[in-house]
């Protein structure tokens, strides 16, 4: 089964009823509140979850993902079956029939501030760090460290977005925890590529 997520739902989703969804665990109200993603021309889909009934795609904060996304939750077809047929026993693809025949390797988790090119498909069981970007039309096989860019098919590392002492300064401040309204007065701090300024930022946050 494919669901279609909407841009406009996924900025205004209601975490009381989406929290019982079977395919977006919401754990943080500003989890969903915070991320935004594309929509075709249509105006339609922006993220595709291949979906299984027990995986979740669990999105962090600030995460921006652009269109044609595919999140394979599961529907990995039982290959150790003799046949990969399914319709051969659709009298069975009830959920307990799907879990046998439908495979999945476990949740997806994406991180805050994570960044989805075009076209890219997540597979199952998949932890992307925060902090990091997933090049265009990508397919991600492996767990991806924090901050940083992978791509190709199966995806590989490009190269990390910082170094390691930026990269452990970054993670400890947790910035996307601050309130918004604060992140959003002090945009400045985070569009830059000047760490000094927003360390000061983070410490002035913190006295
Ligand atoms: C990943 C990305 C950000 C890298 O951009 P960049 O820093 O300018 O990188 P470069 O073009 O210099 O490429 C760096 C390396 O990554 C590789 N690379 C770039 N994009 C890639 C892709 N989509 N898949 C696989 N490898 C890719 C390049 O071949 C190059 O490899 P090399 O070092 O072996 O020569 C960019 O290529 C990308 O995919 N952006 C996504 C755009 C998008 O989908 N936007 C949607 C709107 S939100």
């Known amino acids: 089964m494919i669901y279609t997520l909407y841009g406009e739902f996924l900025r205004n989703a209601n975490p009381e009823t989406y929290s019982k969804s079977s395919v977006l665990e919401i754990e943080d109200v500003s989890l969903v509140r915070f991320t935004y993603g594309g929509k075709d021309s249509n105006n339609n889909s922006v993220i595709q979850t291949e979906s299984h009934t027990t995986s979740k795609l669990k ?14 939750l599961g529907g990995n077809h039982n290959y150790s079956n003799i046949t990969t047929f399914l319709p051969f026993d659709i009298a069975d693809l009830s959920d307990e029939g799907r879990n046998l025949h439908l495979l999945t390797n476990g949740d ?16 199952s069981g998949i932890t992307i760090g925060t902090g990091s970007v997933i090049a265009a039309n990508s397919t991600i096989t492996k767990d991806v460290p924090p901050y940083t860019i992978v791509g190709g098919n199966p995806a590989k590392i490009i190269r990390k977005r910082f170094d390691d002492e930026t990269i452990s300064f970054l993670l400890e401040s947790k910035w996307w925890n601050i309130d918004r309204k604060i992140l959003e007065e002090n945009s400045k701090a985070l569009f830059n590529t000047d760490i000094q300024k927003f360390k000061k930022f983070i410490s002035e946050i913190n006295s």
């Open 59 to 72: 999105i962090g904060k600030y995460a921006s993902i652009a269109m044609e996304c595919t999140f394979m």
């Open 108 to 123: 997806i988790i994406i991180g805050h501030d994570v960044w989805i090119g075009n076209n890219a498909t997540i597979m």
